[in-house]
């Protein structure tokens, strides 16, 4: 008999603009997580997060971890070029690497925070509160409302009762309109990590 071994896969992915207003936009990631880790509420999990919620992270980590040197931050470079798909693409591999790192910490997996950052869509404003108690809701609660609000996960047993498979339709709406996939580790989320806008 194999002894349990835990795993934590996380992907940053599928890299997308996201408009501010009509001067400003900003990139956001995907954040896939897939997991048997005791220390997670849920074992898969998709958020969508842009480069400063990573670096508000980051302190947020090392004020509480103070002897713990955390990974770096893929450098925040003034030259960092939206459009060019070498720099969006460094920049996510970074992201990626800082969060593999992250997870591996036991220390840093007891951070609240982090466990609000991976698997809901609050905002720093809104996790710092959750974590000092100012919310009605606990950190569990705020991930089980993400997921069962979150249509993207999968649900593919009654889906698949009522036969409706439309796998083939690539639809790019990220509400409603994505069914989930067959594929149950990329909960609905759009399967090949490797698709970049060009």
């Known amino acids: 008999i194999m002894p349990f071994q835990e795993f934590v896969t996380v992907l940053v992915r599928d890299p997308r603009t996201q408009k501010e207003d009509s001067w400003h936009s900003y990139k956001d990631y995907e954040i896939f997580i897939h997991t ?13 997060r842009r480069f400063r919620e990573f670096v508000w992270l980051r302190q947020r980590l090392q004020s509480n971890a103070v002897l713990i040197q955390l990974p770096e931050l893929p450098s925040k470079t003034p030259f960092f070029n939206m459009n060019n798909p070498h720099h969006v693409d460094h920049r996510r ?32 404003e809104d996790m710092e509160a959750c974590v000092s108690g100012q919310t009605k809701y606990s950190v569990a609660d705020a991930i089980h409302q993400f997921a069962s609000l979150n249509r993207r996960f999968p649900i593919e047993d009654e889906e698949r009762k009522k036969g409706k498979n439309d796998a083939g339709s690539d639809s790019e709406s990220s509400s409603s309109g994505l069914r989930p996939s067959d594929d149950s580790i990329s909960c609905g989320c759009k399967a090949s990590p490797a698709s970049e806008e060009s």
Not at 36 to 48: E, G, H, I
Not at 95 to 121: A, C, G, N, Y
């Open 36 to 48: 048997n880790s005791m220390c997670f509420t849920r074992k898969t999990s998709c958020v969508r």
């Open 93 to 124: 591999q970074g992201l990626q690497e800082f969060l593999e790192k992250i997870v591996q910490d036991t220390l840093l997996l007891s951070d609240s925070r982090l466990h609000l950052f991976l698997q809901t869509q609050l905002s720093p």
